[in-house]
């Protein structure tokens, strides 16, 4: 399976600031998503992570909010942008593994907006 | 878009019981089913998944059944131990839409209790 790192790991963040999150794999992977739970909660889908191209947004997530980047096949950031309290929540990056159809998720990163 | 509804929200059940968790989909294309198990304080985990051409898969004291007539799959956990309790999520992978995207069910908090 791929490893997957993201960084931020944990982070207390003030209402209205941006925050970036990292999501480094070990090998290049077609598909990158991101997802997000909210406390309680289950997950979901906020994008798929393009690379090359503008990611594509689930229903209820626009661009302005979380602007996403894909560089390469390895590497994508999440930006929460204008953060409230609502945006509290553990956002996940994930992977499609190599046999096209295991999606394994990334350590996660724990925000808490105050 | 794919519906999936998972039942119970949450389960106890006494050391060395079986726990059967259920969930439905509503996209008869899907073809895919993982099953993760998440921690408190930690990412989801997968710990089994289908796929649409089986109808039953066993990895030591889990496995799962799908029905595709149905359109219902279930997790199955003999002799419970305690480090069983956690909430565990089913997901649905619908090939329409982007291919990889997954959709998540509600969550059942598992309690084993000793």
């Known amino acids: 399976s791929a490893v997957i790192s993201q960084k931020p790991s944990r982070d207390i963040c003030q209402r209205g600031t941006s925050l970036t999150i990292q999501c480094q794999v070990d090998?290049?992977?077609?598909?990158m998503f991101w997802y997000r739970q909210q406390p309680g909660q289950s997950l979901t889908l906020i994008a798929t992570?393009?690379?090359?191209?503008?990611?594509?947004?689930e229903s209820g997530f626009v661009i302005d909010k979380f602007p996403i980047s894909r560089p390469n096949l390895t590497f994508s950031t999440l930006t929460v942008s204008n953060m409230s309290p609502e945006d509290s929540s553990i956002y996940l990056c994930?992977?499609?593994?190599?046999?096209?159809?295991?999606?394994?998720f990334g350590e996660g990163s724990w925000l808490t907006v105050v | 878009g794919e519906n999936v509804e998972q039942h119970p929200s949450t389960l106890s059940v006494q050391e060395g019981d079986s726990a059967v968790i259920k969930c439905t989909y509503s996209?008869?294309?899907?073809?895919?089913f993982p099953w993760y198990k998440q921690e408190l304080g930690k990412r989801p985990q997968l710990i089994i998944d289908?796929?649409?051409?089986?109808g039953e898969k066993k990895d030591q004291r889990i496995a799962v059944t799908l029905n595709k007539t149905a359109k219902h799959f279930s997790l199955h956990i003999t002799e419970t131990q305690p480090e069983d309790s956690a909430v565990y999520f089913c997901?649905?992978?619908?090939?329409?839409?982007?291919?990889?995207?997954?959709?998540f069910g509600t969550g059942t908090q598992l309690k084993v209790e000793l």
């Open positions: 289908i796929r649409s051409n089986v």
């Open positions: 997901a649905a992978r619908a090939p329409t839409g982007g291919g990889n995207k997954l959709t």
């Open positions: 992570a393009n690379q090359g191209s503008e990611a594509t947004y």
């Open positions: 090998s290049q992977v077609t598909m």
């Open positions: 996209d008869s294309a899907s073809n895919y």
């Open positions: 994930s992977v499609v593994a190599g046999d096209g159809n295991t999606i394994y």
